[in-house]
């Protein structure tokens, strides 16, 4: 029988992410038997990593559509959105891109990573020899897979059950907590919240992968970036605490501030959008119209 457009809750929400986790796990046990007898080292590969990410979370958003039901336009939601708030989603993220950097310092400031978390970073950020890999991983796959199932798929359905602000919440600490270190989860969560509102407010997932690409290359290739800030792309930045200069951060406010009133000018909403009826699922608008879809 076809469940109601409210899948899932937060409980339900939690077995995905847990079943994401574990499949992850699974997938990987081989490529560390084949590690510990043949040292090739493709545990921490940064192609192979793609690949098990989108293996699993294929089968979850699977399961997910088996058990809920919902259209595949629901989850898959590629509703075009305005130029204007593309630009906003590009400006906006500059600004956070800053800020969660010397939130980043602060968390290891407190919390020092232990050697080998430096070491998995520092491949992922600036691999030797495979920076396609991360490529593919960090700027094609994640972003892509992640938003269908934390956007696409589990904010959807939080939204039908709880108000703006809890489904925000409850979707960004689960986001968070899949990364499974602490030295993610504050820049995770914060940016699952920021996701989540361009989700809100569009109900499309091309301004949350648009700005969850655009964190992600920065993170393959800060090294390449024109210019050079302590704390944030100059040395080693996984390999010591180095906060970034106030005036770079007063520009990282200054960018995600703008980069929220361009997108909020854009996307013109109100309360029914944030939290649409089970039974008025969001409707597309006709083309070239300003007025997001409701």
Not at 169 to 195: D, E, I, K, R, T
Request: proline share 7%; glycine share 8%.
């Amino acid at each position: 029988m076809k469940q109601s457009n409210t899948y899932p809750g937060f409980w339900q929400a939690v077995a995905l992410c847990v079943t994401f986790v574990v499949l992850q796990i699974l997938f990987l046990i081989p490529f560390v038997i084949l590690d510990a007898i043949f040292e090739l080292h493709l545990a921490s590969h940064p192609a192979v990593i793609g690949v098990i990410n989108l293996g699993a979370c294929a089968l979850v958003i699977t399961m997910g559509w088996r058990i809920g039901r919902p259209t595949m336009s629901e989850v898959w939601a590629l509703r075009r959105v305005s130029g204007r708030a593309v630009a906003g989603v590009i400006v906006a993220s500059g600004g956070a891109i800053i800020l969660l950097s010397e939130v980043d310092n602060l968390v290891r400031f407190i919390l020092p990573a232990p050697e080998w978390i430096v070491r998995l970073f520092a491949d992922l950020s600036a691999p030797s020899g495979n920076v396609g890999s991360a490529v593919f991983l960090l700027v094609m796959v994640a972003p892509v897979t992640e938003e269908l199932l934390f956007r696409g798929l589990i904010l959807r359905g939080l939204l039908q059950r709880f108000g703006a602000t809890e489904a925000f919440l409850l979707s960004s600490m689960l986001f968070g907590l899949v990364h499974l270190n602490p030295w993610q989860f504050v820049s995770a969560a914060a940016l699952g919240v920021l996701f989540a509102w361009w989700y809100a407010r569009t109900r499309s997932l091309i301004p949350s992968v648009l700005g969850h690409a655009l964190v992600n290359a920065t993170v393959v290739g800060h090294r390449w970036l024109p210019f050079e800030v302590r704390g944030f792309n100059a040395g080693q930045p996984f390999a010591r605490t180095e906060f970034q200069p106030l005036g770079f951060d007063v520009l990282g406010v200054l960018l995600l501030a703008t980069g929220l009133w361009l997108f909020h000018r854009a996307t013109p909403t109100n309360q029914s959008q944030l939290n649409p009826s089970p039974e008025q699922p969001p409707r597309a608008i006709a083309p070239g119209s300003d007025q997001p879809p409701i």
